[in-house]
């Protein structure tokens, strides 16, 4: 094989692995899985029997919500399980980005809602928005992070079949 054929062979191999790499890389996207209308998010719930997961964060200004979504929302153990039990949605609270309006105001109802007094607040509702559970930034990771979702949800079924 001569030179050319072989640069050939070798750039081809490169795209076929890079369109690879490139598709795994796309399928563990955390920012895929989250949405931002909460009514919506119910109904999905619903549908499909998960739970509901809201992040009131500070996008681009809270250093605690940064290292949970590093430690715990981009890793593959969370994301297993939230692809699986829930869905996902973001009440964004930035201050240097302004949201639109609509999505402002669901989210400052859903704070007060929700007597949200810091961030990251991340609670846990079941399929009918009931809270089930709360969460700050806690250190372990998102292996810890995943185990105490499934204490809320164990500790809500339990209580649901107890009345």
């Known amino acids: 094989m001569n030179l050319k054929t072989r640069l050939k062979a070798f750039a081809a191999l490169l795209f076929v692995a890079g369109a690879a790499f490139g598709e795994d890389q ?13 009514e919506a998010a119910l109904t999905t719930a619903k549908d499909e029997g998960k739970a509901v997961l809201l992040d009131f964060t500070g996008s681009d200004w809270c ?60 609670i846990l509702l079941d399929a009918s928005g009931e809270e089930i559970g709360r969460l700050g930034y806690t250190q372990g990771g998102a292996k810890t992070f995943v185990r105490a979702l499934k204490k809320f949800r164990a500790e809500a079924t339990a209580s649901r079949e107890e009345s």
């Open 26 to 38: 796309a399928a563990a996207v955390p920012g895929d899985l989250w949405r931002t209308d909460f």
């Open 63 to 122: 250093v605690w919500c940064h290292r949970l979504e590093a430690e715990v929302f981009e890793q593959q153990a969370f994301l297993d399980y939230a692809r699986e039990h829930l869905v996902l949605v973001r009440l964004d609270f930035p201050r240097k980005t302004k949201l639109p309006t609509e999505l402002q105001a669901q989210n400052d109802a859903l704070s007060e809602r929700f007597d949200v007094g810091g961030y990251p607040t991340v």
